[in-house]
């Protein structure tokens, strides 16, 4: 397999590892960036970016990661397609394999492969993706003003995310496929008091309408039992809430990862449990899931990356 060296491996092109490429390609670690399966990251799936500081008017999640990219590249980040399919991170220097034909053998590797939020698996969720179907309320929700949207979960974040849009929308319904919701006491009590919000015990969705936008969601509670009931109800916004999934796969092998695959990094830090190799992003959030927040933890990354080569001991 060819083998190629580099000092500066950076996986991933979401705002974490464009902020790593443009740290490090400024302090002269010449790195390489490898963009993986969804180029631009989950930005490039919402609509309006209007929380990231710097945008007065709101910017495209697209046009931003293109920003990112070209500023990254600017200063000398080379920016390719590819996935990396497995690592070895057992010695020095530490080696990736980019889409199962090359090995990059690295100096300093900087993950920032983030998360994907998981979809119930309907086609009509890729239908209507950008027109009405989201994974990201605090992305998304400002365009459900006065209107009427679904959540699907029953965890935190689908009460976290009912809670949010309640306080835009004018009805919330959360759909949630148990008879109790999983969500923490204190976050079931919330989304139970909110006279904007209604929950949809036992239901689950079986498809979405609508001309070219969302315009409503085809329902069934207690699906294959004798009770069985479907109805449809009329929605503007279907989001998904039930939950993320880390891309942290070929790395678990060699790093720890929490309960749910995040890779753990050392608290305040970007340093994961091998010294030279650090995480950034989502890959690492299961929290806040914000591109503020992925971005300076990549700054971070790019900062510890740098001060760990100026202190190898060869
Ligand atoms: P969870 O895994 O906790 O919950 C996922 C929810 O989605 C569950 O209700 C699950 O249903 C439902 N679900 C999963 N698959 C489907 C499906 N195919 N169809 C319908 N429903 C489905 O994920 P979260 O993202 O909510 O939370 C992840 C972690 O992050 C948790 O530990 C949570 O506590 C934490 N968190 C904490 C927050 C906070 O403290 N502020 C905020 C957000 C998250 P079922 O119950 O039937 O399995």
Redesign the pocket.
């Known amino acids: 397999m060819e083998i190629e060296k580099v000092t500066c491996l950076i996986i991933g092109s979401g705002p974490a590892g464009f902020t790593a490429a443009i740290y490090t390609a400024r302090a002269n670690l010449s790195p390489v960036l490898y963009e993986g399966i969804q180029p631009g990251g989950q930005l490039t799936i919402t609509t309006e970016v209007e929380n990231f500081p710097g945008y007065p008017n709101g910017v495209s999640g697209t046009a931003m990661m293109e920003d990112l990219k070209q500023q990254s590249i600017q200063f000398g980040t080379d920016v390719r397609r590819g996935i990396a399919t497995a690592c070895d991170l057992s010695q020095r220097p530490y080696k990736v394999t980019i889409d199962g034909v090359k090995e990059i053998a690295t100096d300093t590797l900087i993950i920032c492969t983030g998360a994907t939020a ?1 979809f ?1 698996g309907l086609p009509d969720e890729k239908k209507y993706e950008g027109k009405g179907v989201s994974a990201c309320a605090t992305c998304d929700g400002f365009f459900y003003r006065k209107k009427v949207v679904a959540v ?7 009460c ?1 995310e009912a809670l949010y849009l309640a306080g835009l929308a004018s009805k919330v319904y959360l759909i ?3 008879e109790y ?4 006491q204190i976050m079931q009590d919330r989304v139970a008091q909110h006279p904007k919000i209604e929950i949809l015990f036992n239901t ?1 969705t079986l498809g979405l309408f609508g001309e070219e936008f969302v315009e409503g969601a085809h329902l069934v509670k207690f699906q294959g039992e004798a009770n069985e009931e479907r109805w449809d109800i009329a929605i503007d916004g279907f989001f998904l ?4 999934q880390p891309n942290s796969d070929i790395f678990r092998h060699a790093l720890p990862t929490d309960g ?1 695959g995040y890779i753990k990094t050392q608290w305040g830090t970007a340093k994961t449990r091998l010294p030279g190799v650090f995480a950034a992003g989502d890959v690492t959030d ?2 806040y899931r914000q591109a503020i927040v992925a971005a300076a933890t990549g700054c971070i990354a790019a900062i510890e990356a740098e001060r760990y080569l100026n202190n190898i001991e060869e």
Not at 152 to 158: E, F, K, T
Not at 181 to 184: C, E, I, V
Not at 241 to 244: N, P, S
Request: glycine letters at 16%; aromatic letters at 0%; proline letters at 0%.
């Open positions: 998981k119930l699907v979960g029953g965890g935190d974040s689908a976290e949630v496929r148990k919701l999983r969500a923490s689950n809430a039930i939950g993320h749910n299961s929290n």
